[in-house]
């Protein structure tokens, strides 16, 4: 069965500085992997994803993530983080199938 | 464009009451998603259509129906309201499956009291 974990429910960081949102995921074969962002009283925005090939993907506002197959992970990250980064933030996992499975979700607090 | 059109935003039901969540897409999208959203539990899916005529259930089907019969509009019905039906609903849509991206709409807030 496919699964996704976020082990932090929230992560803070002050803003100019790099961050990290942890995921890793459980499925069988290759996965596509997502990122998607959702804002205060918004539906979820989609902000980036892997499928095959390099495994550092970028994507929306700055963001990227890493793929890593060993450690079974898809880290987001960013180099320098905004207030406006401030959000939830969900990593999703899908295999060749209908599903798209999502984690719990990780709230990002960026501090002036 | 506009995406993915969710009615009503908000709701409060009696328990027991009946409802029907309306979504509706513009993009011609085959894939259609209802997801719910409780606090710390991320979203779980609770049904999904590949296409028109076609539904199937996801992890959390209980207490819900849905139906699609056409491209455009995947409802969703709850028959006699719980509390633990609470929640914000989410109706998405995609293309197809795979690395195909989720469209979704703006959310229907539901309260059962």
């Known amino acids: 069965a496919q699964s996704v974990a976020q082990p932090e429910d929230q992560v803070n960081v002050a803003e100019g500085n790099p961050l990290t ?7 069988s074969g290759n996965p596509y992997l997502f990122w998607y962002v959702q804002y205060p009283n918004r539906g ?4 980036l994803k892997y499928i095959t090939g390099d495994n550092l993907v970028k994507g929306s506002y700055g963001f990227e993530a890493e ?42 607090q960026v501090f002036p | 464009n506009a995406g993915v059109t969710q009615t009503p935003k908000f709701r409060i039901l009696k328990i027991g009451q009946s409802m029907t969540l309306q979504c509706t897409q513009d993009m011609n999208h085959n894939y259609m998603y209802w997801y719910r ?16 005529g076609i539904t199937d259930k996801g992890e959390v089907p209980n207490g819900y129906n849905v139906s699609r019969s056409t491209t455009e509009d995947f409802p969703l019905r709850l028959e006699l309201a719980a509390p633990s039906q609470t929640s ?4 998405a849509s995609s293309g197809a499956a795979g690395a195909n991206v989720l469209t979704f709409g703006a959310g229907s807030r539901l309260t059962v009291l």
């Open chain 1, 67 to 108: 793929f890593n197959k060993s450690q079974t992970s898809f880290h987001l990250k960013k180099p320098s983080a905004l207030v406006s980064d401030s959000a939830l933030y969900f990593c999703a996992v899908r295999r060749n199938t209908d599903k798209l499975i999502f984690g719990t979700g990780t709230r990002l």
């Open chain 1, 21 to 27: 949102v942890k995921c890793t995921y459980s499925v």
């Open chain 2, 88 to 91: 914000v609903y989410f109706c």
């Open chain 2, 37 to 52: 959203q409780d606090p710390g539990m991320g979203l779980k899916l609770i049904y999904y259509s590949v296409g028109a």
């Open chain 1, 44 to 47: 979820l925005q989609f902000l």
